[in-house]
C-alpha cells in the first residue's frame, strides 16, 4: 500500500524559504515519477515540480528559479525547497507519485498523493 506523508508546512513571512518534505513507503520509491502540487483556497490544483526516476526535473513557470525537487533514495524522501516564498504561494501542498505523464502538468491527477502540508505566506 502507497502511502506518502507530507511535513514542513509554516507559516512563514515573504521573501523566507521552507522545505518540505515526503516519506513514502509501500512501494519501490525510485519506480515512480513524483512531484508537488498545490491547491489554494477556492483555486483548482496546480501543478508545481516533478522528479521523473532518473533524476530529471521539471517546474512550473511560478516556481522556477526558486523551488527546487529533490529525492533521497536512501531515505524514500521527496523534498520541495522554497526560497523566495510570496504570498501567492500560499496554499495546501501535496506529494504525489505515479502521474498519469511525468509532466508537471499532469501531477495533479497523480494516482497517489499524500494529505497535505499547508504553506502560508504573509506580505
Known amino acids: 500500500q502507497v502511502q506518502l506523508v507530507e511535513s514542513g508546512g509554516g507559516s512563514v513571512q515573504a521573501g523566507r524559504s521552507l522545505r518540505l518534505s515526503c516519506a513514502a513507503s509501500?512501494?519501490?520509491?525510485?519506480?515512480?515519477?513524483m512531484a508537488w502540487f498545490r491547491q489554494a483556497l477556492g483555486k483548482e490544483r496546480e501543478g508545481v515540480a516533478i522528479?521523473?526516476?532518473?533524476?530529471?526535473?521539471s517546474y512550473a513557470d511560478s516556481v522556477k528559479g526558486r523551488f527546487t525537487i529533490s529525492k533521497d533514495s536512501a531515505k524514500n524522501t521527496l523534498y520541495l525547497q522554497m526560497n523566495s516564498l510570496k504570498p501567492e504561494d500560499t496554499a495546501m501542498y501535496y506529494c504525489?507519485?505515479?502521474?498519469?505523464?511525468?509532466?508537471?502538468?499532469?501531477?495533479?491527477?497523480?494516482?497517489?498523493r499524500g494529505q497535505g502540508t499547508r504553506v502560508t505566506v504573509s506580505s
Open positions: 504525489a507519485a505515479d502521474p498519469p505523464a511525468c509532466l508537471v502538468g499532469y501531477s495533479k491527477w497523480s494516482n497517489y
Open positions: 509501500g512501494y519501490t520509491f525510485n519506480n515512480y515519477c
Open positions: 522528479i521523473d526516476s532518473d533524476g530529471s526535473t
